[in-house]
C-alpha cells in the first residue's frame, strides 16, 4: 500500500484560513506527520521571512523548506540558504511598468523582507519593508518580483502575464491582481525536487497539498497531488485528487487518510 514518504504543504489557503489563521485541527494533523517521522516541508510563494512563523507554529523539527515558489531552499532550524536562484529582473520590470505604471513593486531580501517601490496594502507582506526607488530595485538579480495592482482584476494580471510572455521567468498569478515572476523553470517542485534529492526520496512517494495556480506545478511532479476544494478549476484539473474545501476539513481530512 502507498504511504508517503514526504509532505509538502502550502500554506496560504491550505494551512492557513483566509484570515491567515492556523486552526489547531490543522496543527494537529501536521504534529501526527511529524510524530510518525515522516518529514512536512512547507512549499509556498511566501518569502523566508512569512514562512518562518509557521514552521515555528507548527513547531516543526529540523528540516528544509520551500519558499519564493521554489526559488529559496532553506533549512531551518538553523537557518541557512541551501539554494537560491535568481534573474536580471530590468527587463520584465520595464515591460511591467509600461502597462502598469502605477504598479507596487517588491523583491525579496531573503530571511528579512522585501525592498518595494511604494507601500503594498497592510499584512500582503511579511518582514521589514524598505521603500526605494525603481532603479535600485532592479539593480541586482533577484529570486522574484511581487507585482500588485490593486486597481486591476486577477484577470487583467492573467492576460498580463499571456501578453508578456517572457523568456527567463516564469508567472504565478494570485487570486487577486498578484503577480510573481520567478526565473524560467523554477518552481514549488523544482524546490522539492532538490529537497528529495537531499533526502534520498522519490517524487512518487511525496503527498503534497496546494489550492493555488503557483501550486499546480507541485501536484503534477508529486506522487499524490491533492488540491483543496476551494482551488480553481486548474488546479484542481492538475491534481490527482481533489478534498474538501479548507472550511470543511479538506487538509485535515487528507492528512488523517495517512496519518
Known amino acids: 500500500m502507498w504511504q508517503p514518504r514526504l509532505v509538502a504543504l502550502d500554506i496560504d489557503g491550505t494551512l492557513l484560513d483566509h484570515d491567515g489563521l492556523l486552526p489547531q485541527q490543522v496543527n494537529a494533523a501536521?504534529?501526527?506527520?511529524?510524530?510518525a517521522g515522516v518529514p512536512v516541508v512547507l512549499s509556498t510563494?511566501?518569502?523566508?521571512?512569512?514562512?518562518?512563523?509557521?514552521?515555528d507554529?507548527?513547531?516543526?523539527?529540523a528540516g528544509?523548506?520551500?519558499?519564493?515558489?521554489?526559488?529559496?531552499?532553506?533549512?531551518?532550524?538553523?537557518?541557512e540558504v541551501l539554494e537560491r536562484v535568481t534573474f536580471d529582473p530590468a527587463a520584465v520590470v520595464e515591460r511591467v511598468l509600461a502597462e502598469h505604471p502605477e504598479a507596487m513593486l517588491a523583491v525579496e531580501i531573503i530571511g528579512e523582507g522585501f525592498m518595494v517601490n511604494r507601500p503594498f496594502p497592510e499584512g500582503e507582506l511579511n518582514g521589514e519593508l524598505i521603500t526605494v526607488d525603481v532603479a535600485e530595485l532592479v539593480a541586482e538579480p533577484v529570486t522574484r518580483v511581487v507585482v500588485r495592482d490593486p486597481n486591476a482584476s486577477e484577470h487583467d494580471f492573467i492576460a498580463l502575464a499571456h501578453?508578456?510572455?517572457m523568456e527567463g521567468v516564469s508567472y504565478f498569478i494570485g487570486y487577486t491582481?498578484?503577480?510573481?515572476i520567478a526565473p524560467d523553470g523554477v518552481d514549488k517542485s523544482y524546490g522539492l525536487a532538490g529537497v528529495c534529492l537531499d533526502?534520498?526520496?522519490?517524487?512518487?512517494?511525496?503527498?503534497?497539498?496546494?489550492?493555488?495556480?503557483n501550486d499546480?506545478?507541485?501536484l503534477r511532479w508529486a506522487g499524490r497531488g491533492v488540491a483543496l476544494g476551494d482551488a480553481p478549476d486548474e488546479v484542481k484539473q492538475a491534481a490527482d485528487h481533489v478534498t474538501d474545501r479548507f472550511a470543511d476539513g479538506g487538509t485535515v481530512n487528507e492528512l488523517r487518510r495517512w496519518f
Request: proline share 6%; net charge positive; aromatic share 4%.
Open 30 to 35: 501536521v504534529a501526527r506527520v511529524v510524530a
Open 177 to 180: 491582481a498578484w503577480l510573481d
Open 45 to 55: 510563494g511566501r518569502g523566508w521571512a512569512g514562512t518562518k512563523p509557521i514552521a
Open 64 to 79: 528544509q523548506h520551500v519558499s519564493s515558489n521554489g526559488a529559496v531552499r532553506v533549512r531551518n532550524p538553523p537557518f
Open 57 to 61: 507554529a507548527l513547531g516543526l523539527p
Open 199 to 213: 533526502l534520498g526520496i522519490d517524487a512518487a512517494d511525496v503527498l503534497a497539498l496546494g489550492d493555488g495556480r
Open 163 to 165: 501578453r508578456l510572455g
Open 216 to 218: 499546480i506545478e507541485m
